[in-house]
């Protein structure tokens, strides 16, 4: 299973979640993130939205994919971004759970989670991995990340709610943000990834 698992997003998923609700929808993202996974690889920049109605398992389903994209390019740098820094936190976490779980080590023995008071850096903002030089950082939208660049860009509901998705003055905000601060840190061969809930046209 492990090594079905380091070949497969699909069979990562359902290996690292036992009880996992195997939706069409579920495999169909898979297979998506599966192809963004390749054109990534292959250097073709991917860009991939996916959208849908809350409860069906966005946020799960992109750090899923995040850890094994670690896994398997431990030196990827990694920013991901949402509309609130709780949510972000919560990201981090979750990352960090699968990552010390056996069916993750299993998978990928030679990556880890450094120790806490080692060379390398793990809170809640930043992680940083044994086996390679890359990092997984956290941080809201219109949030800074000068200085930064990244191989994979993740963004997990840039706008808050309906409510906000109305203001002309919180899309022109994020947008401006999207493309002034976030576009221009990524690297040559980078991907962006969306996870979102359509509130506006």
């Known amino acids: 299973m492990a090594r079905q698992a380091r070949r497969s997003f699909w069979a990562y998923r359902q290996y690292i979640h036992p009880s996992l609700v195997k939706g069409w929808w579920q495999k169909d993202a ?36 995040i ?19 709780r949510l972000g936190t919560r990201a ?17 023995p030679e990556v880890a989670l450094p120790e806490r008071m080692g060379r390398k850096v793990r809170n809640t903002e930043l992680i940083e991995f044994d086996g390679g030089e890359g990092f997984f950082r956290n941080t809201t939208v219109r949030g ?7 191989d994979l860009g993740v963004i997990d509901d840039p706008i808050k709610g309906h409510d906000e998705a109305k203001s ?7 947008w401006d943000w999207l493309t002034d601060d976030f ?8 991907g962006m990834l969306g996870i979102m809930t359509r509130w506006h046209l």
């Open 30 to 65: 898979a297979k998506h993130l599966q192809q963004f996974h390749d054109d990534l690889v292959a250097g073709n920049r991917p860009k991939l939205l996916i959208h849908a109605p809350p409860q069906h398992g966005k946020s799960m389903l992109v750090v899923d994919f």
């Open 67 to 85: 850890s094994w994209v670690i896994g398997k390019h431990p030196d990827f740098r990694t920013i991901y971004a949402s509309f609130s820094g």
């Open 92 to 108: 981090n976490l979750s990352l960090q759970r699968i990552m010390e779980s056996h069916q993750f080590l299993n998978t990928f």
């Open 144 to 150: 800074s990340i000068t200085g930064e660049g990244l």
């Open 168 to 174: 002309q003055l919180v899309r022109d905000k994020t």
């Open 183 to 190: 576009m221009t840190r990524f690297s040559d061969e980078a």
